[in-house]
């Protein structure tokens, strides 16, 4: 038998570290690789002036290579369709978390246009959660494919929750930061000014990333995830900030960069992160 008091490992040791490694490979060469193929759609929508649609599938097809590089096969994503409380849920937290906060805008500062009739608010509620919804989450399953698909489950392979959230969340938001400094009138992040967007965007994507990650690690599924970012941005870009002013400092409140909204996530990261303990990961706090 090895003798551990001299330093040397034991052969599950040793099987555990070098398995540890390999996933950390991964994890950094899926980084790069996203990164880099979202080069072409970064240049591509600085250039061209309009959002190009290059840039949503880089996730996807660097999670892909990486899968294939690292075990010369793409299987290991969790297809499987969720049960129907999370996808339920993943689906209306959008609407309660940062709707809930433009409704209280509206009514608390007065930040609703109020030149609309009532049937068509609800024409426009109608329509940007159904066919708004569809045409999101079409377009970020593209994103969520890496983020969720790839990222999430093997960081939690090897780390507690907490960094799985916090990791995995800065890393997506860290993806649009160049849209937000070099393409923001293009991007629509032009609303409020970098020193103010880069954080408190930042802040709701990593706070919306941990929620995602625990409904991922949950459900063993990415369908929530792609639901949720559908539900997100068809609700928040798609209806509220349809009918809310954009006079004054009102984007600074409610808006897909308003603080109000990233408080928001923030707060609803926190109780998801309370029930971290129901979840399976490689290192529990």
């Not at 400092?249 to 409610?254: E, I, T």
Request: proline fraction near 5%; hydrophobic fraction near 50%.
């Amino acid at each position: 038998m090895p003798n551990t008091s001299q330093g040397r490992l034991r052969p599950d040791q040793q099987v555990l570290d070098q398995q540890s490694g390999q996933i950390k490979r991964s994890i950094i060469t899926f980084v790069v690789l996203a990164f880099a193929l979202s080069t072409v759609g970064y240049t591509a929508t600085i250039v061209s002036g309009e959002t190009s649609i290059l840039l949503l599938p880089a996730p996807a097809i660097a999670a892909l290579i990486t899968r294939y590089l690292f075990q010369r096969n793409v299987r290991g994503f969790a297809w499987k369709p969720p049960d129907l409380r999370y996808a339920v849920s993943a689906y209306l937290l959008p609407f309660l978390v940062s709707g809930s906060m433009f409704i209280f805008a509206w009514l608390a500062f007065g930040y609703y246009t109020n030149n609309n009739t009532d049937t068509a608010v609800l024409q426009g509620l109608a329509t940007a959660a159904t066919i708004g919804f569809l045409a999101n989450a079409a377009f970020g399953f593209g994103e969520e494919l890496g983020w969720r698909g790839f990222l999430v489950p093997e960081l939690a392979k090897i780390t507690n929750f907490t960094n799985v959230g916090l990791i995995s969340g800065t890393i997506w938001a860290m993806w649009h930061w160049p849209l937000i400094l070099f393409a923001a009138d293009v991007t629509d992040f032009d609303k409020t000014p970098a020193w103010f967007t880069l954080p408190v965007f930042s802040a709701t994507l990593i706070a919306a990333g941990t929620v995602m990650a625990w409904l991922t690690l949950k459900t063993r599924s990415i369908w929530p995830a792609v639901i949720l970012h559908g539900s997100q941005n068809a609700i928040t870009q798609g209806f509220f900030a349809e009918y809310t002013t954009q006079d004054g400092n009102s984007a600074y409140y409610v808006s897909e960069v308003g603080g109000l909204i990233a408080i928001a996530w923030v707060a609803a990261a926190y109780l998801f992160w309370r029930k971290r303990h129901v979840l399976k990961t490689g290192d529990q706090p």
